[in-house]
């Protein structure tokens, strides 16, 4: 069975910080990037970061850039998400993904159930 299961969401006031995990099982991990992905209320879901599982090079939305860091430790099928500076618009339930490739963003075969980020001001 495809398991993706995310962790280390929570509430923080702005400026603080949380990690993320993405725990990964039942596919090849290897094979597939990982993305992570929020969707805010009333809010279109965008992608906000990925990591190549052939070169482990990353990619993030303009948005986070400087605030958040994608890594991934390929032993223990994990991708994490730190992020750091906090803002409110950062509020949003955040997904993991496995996709084909960080190019493209619809080439997502495994989503995760999602964790809560809730960033006070």
């Known amino acids: 069975e495809v398991q993706l299961v995310e962790s280390g969401g929570g509430l923080v006031q702005a400026g603080g910080s949380l990690r993320l995990s993405c725990a990964a099982s039942?596919?090849?991990?290897?094979?597939?990037?990982i993305g992570w992905f929020r969707q805010a209320p009333g809010k279109e879901r965008e992608g906000v970061s990925c990591?190549?599982?052939?070169?482990?090079?990353?990619y993030y939305a303009d948005s986070v850039k400087g605030r958040f860091t994608i890594s991934s430790d390929n032993a223990k099928n994990t991708v994490y998400l730190q992020m750091n500076s906090l803002k409110p618009e950062d509020t949003a339930v955040y997904y993991c993904?496995?996709?084909?490739?960080?190019?493209?963003?619809?080439?997502?075969?495994?989503w995760g159930q999602g964790t809560q980020v809730t960033v006070s001001s």
């Open positions: 993904a496995a996709l084909r490739d960080c190019s493209d963003y619809d080439l997502t075969d495994y």
């Open positions: 039942g596919f090849t991990f290897d094979d597939y990037a």
């Open positions: 990591i190549s599982s052939s070169d482990g090079s990353t």
